[in-house]
Nanobody, 127 residues
Framework: QVYLVESGGGLVQPGGSLRLSCAGA?????????IGWFRQAPIAKGREGVS?????????WALDSVKGRFAISRDNAKNTVYLQMNSLSPDDTAVYYC??????????????????WGHGTQVTVSS
């Protein structure tokens, strides 16, 4: 079962912005879960945790390299989590995935087994 579906990616120039959305899939209600965003860059670096938010939206965490540029938020009434990405650089190019967090939102948070992950959304930053 895939829990969440990502959208909002695309091609953007350096310095541009995108807002990614993460919505519950197949009736999955994300209201009671911390939600995290991972990304996987083209050159096999593995999946990197980017940001997470607790179930009430009171606690967030972000990777140092995106602090001040990315902002995570959620609207539980819409069953959706967002990742606002500003001042994008080519280093942000990756497929972005959202997952329900296993445990709490904290550095090195983890998600479920990969077969529960969605297809992700491609973000390409290039001039």
């Amino acid at each position: 079962q895939v829990y969440l579906v990502e959208s909002g990616g695309g091609l953007v120039q350096p310095g541009g912005s995108l807002r990614l959305s993460c919505a519950g899939a197949s009736g999955f209600t994300l209201e009671h879960y911390a939600i995290g965003w991972f990304r996987q860059a083209p050159i096999a670096k593995g999946r990197e945790g980017v940001s997470c938010i607790d179930s009430k939206g009171e606690t967030t965490w972000a990777l140092d390299s995106v602090k001040g540029r990315f902002a995570i938020s959620r609207d539980n009434a819409k069953n959706t989590v967002y990742l606002q990405m500003n001042s994008l650089s080519p280093d942000d190019t990756a497929v972005y995935y959202c997952v329900p967090v296993i445990g709490i939102c904290q550095p090195h948070f983890s998600g479920p087994e990969y077969h529960h992950w969605g297809h992700g959304t491609q973000v390409t930053v290039s001039s």
